[in-house]
């Protein structure tokens, strides 16, 4: 039985935009998990997390783990902090800012990894005329600086004009930079994946909200060709990119065959997978802590 002593950090309904439920599901199992194997588990809210006096932080420290799922810049910036200081966090704050779609093209584009072509824009500029010299029509604009805490921070938009009315909607909104990503035909996969522990899904979503409403040829079944070994070591490649060990995303298959990835979610929902996921990120934990204990 193991005697480790793990703090959980629930993610803020405000970053859970038509998940709360789910977010909260997964690090409620994964506290399960790690408590049957003999854990002491604590769960803070994210506002309670972020609302820790100096006394509050001391009693962390003495903890051998943080698993967060937060996203606010400040409780962001305290994972920072503690990591500095030493202590194992999972996902890593620096890997949760990764995530930020503005830094997570870069990074991915950065280290090769087929990417959609995107422009990061200020959205109180015309973007007309680079739009078209960029041949973009059929687009995905995304709030660049932070995580989504709503459905409209990811648009899809047919065309350069109504981009740019998108861009003046943003603005409006107090959102001042967004990444303009081209749009991309093919079949749409969702996966789920835990880092040196063998946990990998990938399937299908019900749901269509990653194609355009015109696409042609969008079916339930992904296409013949689809080679799952290389989705899972392109999914893998990614995360360990942006410096996520619990991740999730969104990959296309184009037509001709090659697979691309279009986002990537630090510690999503698992909500098709939920109890192998909780028994996978726990066990990929304690190895963790286990590793750490042992190099001291």
Sequence with gaps: MSTA?????LRAR?????HIGNDAAIMNAVGDQLRKRGCEVRLYSEEQFGMLDEAGLSEIREMDCVLAM????????MLKRLEDEGMYVVNSGYGIENCRRERMSRILVGHSIPYPV????DTDKSMLNILREL?????????ADYHSMHKEDVTFVRHAEEAQEVLHEYFLRGIRRAVINAHVIGDLIRFYGVKNIGF????LPMDSR?????DPDTSDEPKEGLDKNKLKELCEQAAEALDVEIYGGDCMLLPNGELMIIDVNDWPSFAPCRKEASSSIARHVLRRIKQIKGGR
């Design 5 to 9: 002593r793990i703090v959980g950090i």
């Design 14 to 18: 405000d970053y859970s935009p038509n």
């Design 70 to 77: 937060c996203r606010s810049p400040k409780c962001v910036d």
């Design 118 to 121: 995107n422009i990061t824009v």
């Design 135 to 143: 041949n973009i029509d059929k687009c995905w604009i995304k709030q």
């Design 200 to 203: 990998f899904n990938s399937f």
């Design 210 to 214: 990653h194609f355009s409403p015109d």
